[in-house]
C-alpha cells in the first residue's frame, strides 16, 4: 500500500504533484482547494518502512533522531518548489480589497 494517493471528499484518488525523497523519507506536494475555491499548495512527510524479513512493508508519519538530516533536505525542497509554483497573495482575489460602486463614486 503507497501513501502517495490519498481520498479527497468525493472519494477519488488522488496523486500528489510532485515528490521529494532522501533515502527513506519523503515530501510530498499537494494542491489544495478550500471550500471557496482558493487554491495552494502544500505538502506531508513520511518515512517508508520495511521488516527485515521483507514480510511487509508500508510508512509512517513517526520519525527517529537519525532521520533529521534526510528531513530538513525534503522540507528544504518542498518549501523551495511551493513557493517557486504558488500565486502570490497580492495576485489572489482573496487578498483583494472589495469596492463598492458607492465608494468608488465618492472618489
Given at each position: 500500500m503507497?501513501?502517495?494517493?490519498?481520498k479527497n471528499r468525493k472519494g477519488n484518488s488522488q496523486k500528489p504533484i510532485k515528490?521529494?525523497?532522501?533515502?527513506?523519507?519523503?515530501?510530498?506536494?499537494?494542491k489544495r482547494q478550500t471550500s471557496t475555491g482558493f487554491e495552494?499548495?502544500?505538502f506531508s512527510l513520511s518515512r517508508s518502512w520495511k521488516l527485515k524479513s521483507g514480510e511487509k512493508e508500508g510508512y509512517s508519519t513517526s520519525f527517529f533522531h537519525n532521520?533529521?538530516?534526510?528531513?530538513?533536505?525534503?522540507?528544504?525542497?518542498?518549501?523551495?518548489f511551493i513557493r517557486e509554483h504558488s500565486v502570490p497573495a497580492?495576485?489572489?482575489?482573496m487578498t483583494e480589497p472589495?469596492?463598492?460602486?458607492?465608494s468608488q463614486a465618492a472618489t
Open positions: 503507497s501513501e502517495d494517493k490519498t515528490t521529494f525523497r532522501v533515502g527513506a523519507i519523503a515530501a510530498n506536494v499537494w495552494y499548495l502544500d532521520n533529521e538530516d534526510a528531513l530538513l533536505d525534503v522540507v528544504e525542497q518542498a518549501s523551495e497580492s495576485q489572489t482575489k472589495a469596492i463598492s460602486s458607492s
